[in-house]
């Protein structure tokens, strides 16, 4: 079997064991080159491979060191600008407790002998009070970088994309990692809900038998009041004054938006200088970010008034002209690396992202 053909097989046993990381695993482009050491990723992606590693070890082992090398890449460890073999004894740790059958040399909180559960941070300031045994060898990133295959803003897309797949089935420390991706900024839910209970979606409140009321007679069920959730469209700036931080704290705010409308769909608008066709999401790496021109969201707020929304969020850096008269819609405007305190309209809400 060749090197190529291990890797592939490796790669499908990586993705049964863990579906939730299916879409990271098939990012991966394998390098393979005699300069390699075992199979170790660089921050762009590559897995380089020792022809030789590849060859010898069982394609089991290699499935787990590929699931490994994606949990650096996903937890950006190989970009934190932190290295050296403490760093990357506490990375290892953070990464294999949630893998489990690890190689023999392979760094462990159990073989450590410290705690599960921790974050590397946590197991870095540990390291300095134990000894490690000398058997255990972290990995580190590649020494060598390979080329650039994707931008930052696509690895943030997968990122995101991983993260909305990762259910109370997965470890942990998998756990914790998506919700701190997905964790927006602002309150969401909060918000949205604050609105509800001012009257601001359609319907106000209504009886419903979906959920039915908790005093019905003897043999008699009687409807509940419920207040519907507010259909919501999200105006994203993307014109080229926002950069690619900027972009992905609106990617962040958008799938907090749709948690707080349980992920049953909102529609996306896309803004620059012109209004970009309605798109129909119900996770954020969904949205495809187009514009990088000029800065014109009052085309954006005139084609947010056709799905007839009850609540409009525009994520901008505010530098834009804005619609002159109120909204039909009650409008949060969500300031993302605003310079200054740009000139938003008395009648919209406003909240900023933090950087």
Known sequence: MSVMDRFAAARLLAAARAPYLASALFALTPLVHEDAVGACADANWN???????????PVEELAWSLLHQVGHLLRDHLVSGRDGVTWNTANDAEINDDLGAAPATAVTPDRLGLPSGLMAADYHRLLDLIDVPSELTPCGGAPFTGPAVMSALERDLLARAVASRIRGEAPYGWRRWAESVLRPSVDWRRALAFLVR???SRGQVDYSYRRPSRRGLPHVVLPAMVRPSPRVVVLADTSGSLGEPALRRVLGEIEGVLRACGHR??????????????????????????????TDLRKGFEAADAPRPDVVVALTDGDTPWPERRRRAHVIVCLVDARGTPDVPPWASVVRVAA
């Open 198 to 200: 001012r009257g601001l």
């Open 47 to 57: 897995l380089h491979l020792s022809p030789a590693t590849a060859q010898a070890i």
């Open 265 to 294: 769909g909102v529609e996306v608008i896309c803004c620059d200088a012109a209004a970009r066709p309605v798109q129909r999401v119900t996770r954020a790496a969904e949205v495809e970010l187009v514009g990088g021109g000029g």
